[in-house]
Structures are given as C-alpha cells and as structure tokens.
C-alpha cells in the first residue's frame, strides 16, 4: 500500500532507502509488521550488551539531529532563470544554483547521483564571526523564496563567538549534512577537496573519516596563501589547508593522477649528446642497499674503462648484465668528459609524462590569496567584490589531478573560481569539463563596494564573474580567428551556463496537511482529492518549463535534457526526453486522452505523466500496459 510520501514531489528518501537495504540484507532484524526490531539490533551490535561500554567515537551537540537532516528528502525544486542565463544553447550541463546548499544538493541527488568526479568547497571558516548556514529553511518562509531578508531569515545571523559553548558544534553541525549528502553524489572513482585552516581542520578530519571513511583519506595539502610576513601577530600564518578524500578506495586505480608538467620541469629535459631518442634528463642509478639482492652489488666499468665503486649504504639500481645492456643502448650517462657519476637517462616521450602530485602547493604554482583578489579586482573594472577569493590557479591543480571529461561541483562558490577554472582549463587544454556552482543569495554589506556596484547578492558576483569570464574567452577567441589562428575545421571554445533557482514545488500538493483524527488510508484518499482539487490550475498559474524541469529532475534526469515531440501522439501532447543517461516518453497534459493511452499499448519505453492526468481505468490500463515503466507523478 502507497504512503503519502509516495504521491509528494519529493526527492529519495535516503532514511527509507537505508532502512530497505537493511531489510533486504536482515530480514530477521525486523518484526512482522515491518519494524525494526530495537532489541535484535542491539543483539547483533553487542551481544553482550555490557552497560556503558567504552569505544572511540567522535561526538558533539546535535550530531543526531544533522544526520537526519542529511537523509530527510525535500519537496523544493529547482527553476531555470532564462534571463540570467548566458550562452545557454551551448550551457552543455553548466549550473550555477542560486539557494540554500543542503536543499540545492538533495535536490540534484535523483539525477545526479554518483554522477560527479569532483567535488571542491571553501566552507565559511570558523573563526569567531558569523558563518552559519542555519537550517531552518522552510517552504512556508515567503522572505526567503523572494530572496528578499536573507539575514533577516536566518540565513547568516548567528553570532558564532568563542565563548558559546556551542562554538564547534555550530559549525559541525552546518557541515555534517552537507557532506553526508556530497557523498551520495560522487562517483565511485571520485574525490573532494575542501580548503580549511587551523581553526576547524582537526575537527574536519574526523568528521570527514566518519563521512568517507578513514581509509578514504588522500592528503591534507598545504597551501602557501601568502608570501609576506605579518608582523603584527605572534605568528604570521602563511598556509591553509586543503583536505582531500576519495569516495572509496578501488585496488589498481589512483584517484589522483599526475599533474601536467611545468615549464620548470620540462626545462629538465635537454639532449646534450644528441641522442635520437630524444630530450632526457638524468636520474641517480642507485638506490638504498636494503631495497637490493647481491647482483646489484658489483664495481661498475665505464666505456673509457673507469671504475666506479658504491657508495656505503647504496646497491645498483639494475644487476650488472641488465647495466651493461643500458650502457651499450647509450641509457647511461657518464657526463661530458665520460668520467662522471653513471646516471640513468629518462626520456620525455618515452612515455606519458606528468608529476606526483605533493602536499605542499606553493604560491609560485598556485597563487596567493592576494593575487587572487587583485585579479579578480581587475575583471570587475577595479572594483573590490570580494574579499577572500580562492585562487584560479588552485582550483585547476585540483581539477586537473581529479578529472577528465567530467562534473565538477562546488556548493560553497562565493565569487564562483571553480566555474571560472573549469572554463578556462577547457579553453586552455581542449577538455570538456563541465561545472555546477551552488551559492546562497546572501546578502552583501551595504557598506561594501560589491553592494555599492550594484551586486546586492553574493551569488549575483557568481553568477556575474562568469558571465565577465566568458565574454574574455570570446573575445581571445575572436582575435585568434582574425588572425588565423585556428584551422578551418576547428571550433572556437565558446562556454556557456544556465541559472537555476531553489524554489518551493509548482505542485500545491505539498501544501496539503494530513488530518491526525483520521487514519492513514483516509488521508491517502484525502490527498488524492487535493490533487485533483488544487493542481487544476496547474497550467494557467506556472510556466509548463518550470513543471517539466521539476518532473524530470526527481525522475532522475540531468537538467541539459532534451526533448523531442512525437508526432504519432495527436490527442496529447507526448516527448522523447534523454539527457544522455536515461530516456522516457513525457506527457504533463492535465488530461490523458483515451487515443493516447490506446497508442501507449506494446510501447516498451518509460511513460511519465501527472497523477491528476488518469483517472482510475486509465491508470489500471496504463499499469497493465507498462507496469513498473508507468511513473504517475
């Protein structure tokens, strides 16, 4: 028998979905009447059942409470804003989500689920200040869907200060959901990378092994953020961090790869002996002796008949035939004159080359945080927007080790460099990764300059660094095809991205309230009335793009859908959607005709329709029909 949840425009239950795999894997820990049975469950934890047993575990003030907010689903949607969008006919999945982050990544979860290779996030710092997402977002809260009173709403008006005793569990709490529901949309193979500094990165480090799991931890990369001393402190601090974690851990794979190769690292490679394999640069050819078997211990003849003798503690890193064999190829190198230190020839096109990737990540490669403000003061003509953005360049480091072809995802965008490096590292290398920003519509200062430049919005400065990115890309583009630049069969880049918003659901279902005295039954046949009731004027009070983005995307199809009309279908109006993963035949008329159901017969495809559409024969029909392919929304 249905519940309510299952007529509601909701996104997965994941609670319910948790409680279904541990059914399917224990049925014995459940009753007959489908409850959990509290009493085996603690049997099989600890059978014992010794009071007040002692293990590690990483606790805080409402802990409990943040994780059910993670796993409760939501009835929110998400509605493209047409008129902000720029280039969106070439948008190619390129999101930038203007709302409250927690419901925003639910709200993705359908479609997006395992779908993105990387995730990167610059959290408010704790420092003492405000940096609360409180959530108590609600769909009643009229302020908020209006994105007027953000503050106001509680949006970002705590004051976090050291002496609440709440201080790290605030801040604990705002984060916990959010990773728990990140993690539901990496892939398997995917990783995330979350910038952090002294204040909260020990915390983030155990709350992150909870999340992903301790075996899932990478690295915690130090990023050097500025270059000059700060006298005024006791310490001038120079780093943050940057903690990252993988999904899951696959034998043979590296969820890291090489980075590409500096000009300083390519300036290594020279060809002094004219050797036609190519440029090559010399590597030691020993090794530490406890690493070696006893033919790696000899006295090694050079060509010119010079002896060299190990120094103590080292082995040959080849035996002695396979050395000869290298000296005879001319892949040992002897210096100029033959008679230096034999070193080993590595070449550059012997293989695809890159560089491990290290936990420390220098300014000179990275950039600083003042670099980054500057250049981000220079692409909004001089006008200081932004106080503390992350630097391009350390966004495209991460991007590059992490991906390919793939997803990027940023919940915490502020000025939005993740979709700024996305784009640029596809103009730059011919890639084809795709970005989703997510960014609150909190309010700027009144007394800031972003304020005083017309940007009363954090997401408006997203949402306008991007476009400002694109119009530069397109200009570079557009003078190298003046000057001949580009081969006549090659593309110029040309970026683009769609502007979505968190709404509340076009579907007044959601506003319907269960009457407590009657039983669950009759509230399911309550609903069902509402439904026909209310959702009548559907049509003539929202845009049908608005309801079809909605409908497709808690069915799990990615917002750069297609949609094809079937022109066999001529009662109703009836697409072919696909967004590359999954495909179905969609029809949100308020009424299915008959001729329309008759057309649906031996159709072996996905058929989504309104639940108000069908009445009762046609549903059974439809259902007899298609069976688990009918989706009544």
């Known amino acids: 028998m249905p519940d309510m949840s299952d007529l509601m425009p909701t996104t997965p239950d994941l609670n319910r979905e948790r409680l279904d795999q541990l059914k399917r894997l224990m049925p014995d820990l459940f009753t007959a009447d489908d409850r959990l049975d509290l009493e085996e469950l603690k049997r099989l934890v600890d059978p014992s059942m010794v009071a007040d047993s002692e293990k590690f575990e990483f606790r805080w003030f409402g802990k409990a409470d943040a994780k059910r907010r993670a796993f409760t689903p939501t009835t929110a949607a998400l509605q493209y804003d047409v008129a902000r969008s ?86 604990l709490n705002m984060m916990y959901p959010r990773l728990l529901a990140a993690r539901q949309l990496l892939r398997e193979d995917g990783v995330i990378f979350i910038s952090i500094d002294d204040h909260e990165v020990h915390h983030l480090r155990k709350l992150c092994d909870e999340v992903f799991g301790a075996d899932s931890f990478i690295a915690k990369f130090i990023w050097e953020k500025r270059t000059n001393r700060e006298n005024r402190k006791v310490i001038s601090t120079r780093h943050d961090y940057i903690i990252c974690y993988c999904k899951s851990i696959t034998p043979g794979v590296k969820p890291i790869k090489q980075q590409p190769m500096s000009e300083k690292a390519l300036s290594n490679y020279r060809n002094p002996d004219n050797d036609p394999r190519g440029l090559w640069k010399s590597d030691p050819a020993t090794a530490q002796a406890g690493h070696g078997t006893k033919s790696q211990f000899y006295v090694l003849e050079a060509p010119n008949g010079k002896q060299h003798k190990l120094e103590s503690g080292r082995c040959w890193l080849y035996t002695n035939d396979v050395m000869q064999e290298a000296i005879d190829d001319n892949r040992i190198w002897f210096g100029k004159d033959g008679n230096g230190v034999p070193r080993i020839k590595t070449y550059l096109n012997s293989k695809e080359r890159g560089l491990t990737p290290e936990t420390i990540w220098f300014a000179e490669d990275v950039s600083t945080t003042e670099n980054s403000k500057n250049q981000l003061k220079e692409l909004f003509d001089g006008a200081s927007v932004f106080e503390t953005p992350k ?25 939005g460099p993740t979709g700024q490096a996305v784009m640029e590292l596809n103009n730059e290398v011919g890639s084809n990764r795709k970005f989703i920003l997510v960014q609150l519509p909190e309010l700027t200062d009144e007394h800031s300059e972003a304020y005083k430049a017309g940007y009363k919005k954090i997401s408006d400065i997203t949402i306008e660094r991007n476009k400002r990115v694109i119009a530069r890309i397109e200009q570079e583009q557009a003078e190298k095809q003046q000057q001949g630049l580009f081969e006549e069969d090659h593309a110029p880049y040309k ?18 309230q269960p009457d ?35 409908v497709m995307l808690k069915n799990g199809f990615q917002l750069h859908y297609t949609r094809e009309p079937l022109p066999e279908f001529s009662a109703n109006s009836v697409y072919r959607v696909s967004d590359g993963h999954k495909t179905a035949l969609v029809c949100l008329d308020g009424e299915l005709k008959n001729a329309t159901v ?32 009918l989706v009544a929304f």
């Open 391 to 415: 630097p391009v360049d350390l966004l495209k480091l991460a991007i590059q080790v992490s991906t390919d072809d793939d997803i990027v995802l940023d919940f915490f965008s502020g000025s």
């Open 598 to 629: 008759a057309a649906l017969n031996g159709r072996d495809e996905i058929f989504i329709c309104l639940e108000r559409a069908v009445d009762t024969t046609k549903k059974w029909n439809l259902k007899h029909m298609l069976g688990e392919k």
């Open 86 to 171: 720029v280039n969106p006919e070439v948008a190619d999945g390129n999101m930038i989500i203007e709302g409250e982050n927690l419901e925003v990544l639910k709200c993705l979860l359908s479609a997006y689920r395992e779908k993105i290779k990387c995730i990167y996030i610059d959290p408010p710092y704790n420092t003492g200040n405000d940096f609360v997402y409180r959530d108590n977002y609600t769909e009643q809260r009229k302020a908020y869907w209006e994105q007027t009173g953000v503050t106001e709403e509680g949006v970002k008006i705590d004051t976090n200060t050291e002496s609440d005793g709440r201080f790290h569990s605030n801040w």
């Open 495 to 512: 970026p683009g991205f769609k502007i979505y918003r968190l709404v509340k659901s076009h579907f007044p279902r959601v506003e319907f």
């Open 516 to 550: 407590p005295e009657k039983t669950a039954e009759e509230n399911i046949a309550l609903l069902r009335q509402y439904i026909v009731d209310k959702e009548a004027t559907l049509y003539s009070l929202f845009n049908e793009a608005d309801i079809f983005d909605e």
